[in-house]
């Protein structure tokens, strides 16, 4: 089959056109898979920062009930770790804690009534 001058100009966009479609599409595919690569990551790193939170919550809170919490230290889990500071003021104790998962970490804050030894105070990200 004999392809003339006409047909062969004709091609070369129509190729370069299918062409640039393609690696649009390559590109938005890699763009999409790297933005489901960040938000799987924030995501999975949020969740492991409240599981250690609950974890150490529950353990600040046996040892403040069974009188036994030191005025500082830590906690080591399998996925990261806590390390807390107290402070007693006017029959109330007041609990920092800083949750800490591979580089991220977030610092919280409970106070406790002395006398009840229930929590009266709660804040959540209290990070500079």
Do not use: C
């Amino acid at each position: 089959m004999k392809v003339s001058h006409n047909q062969r100009g004709f091609m070369l966009p129509l190729t370069m056109i299918f062409s640039l479609m393609s690696l649009v599409l390559v590109l938005h595919a890699i763009l999409l898979l790297d933005s489901d690569r960040s938000f799987f990551h924030s995501a999975y790193t949020d969740f492991q920062l409240r599981q250690l939170r609950e974890n150490t919550l529950s353990e600040i809170d046996q040892s403040v009930r069974g009188k036994t919490l030191p005025e500082r230290g830590s906690f080591v889990y399998d996925t990261g770790t806590a390390a807390f500071t107290t402070s007693e003021t006017e029959g109330k104790l007041e609990v920092k804690f800083t949750v800490s998962f591979g580089t991220d970490s977030e610092t919280d804050k409970i106070v406790y009534d002395l006398n009840g030894k229930d929590i009266i105070g709660w804040q959540e990200r209290i990070d500079p």
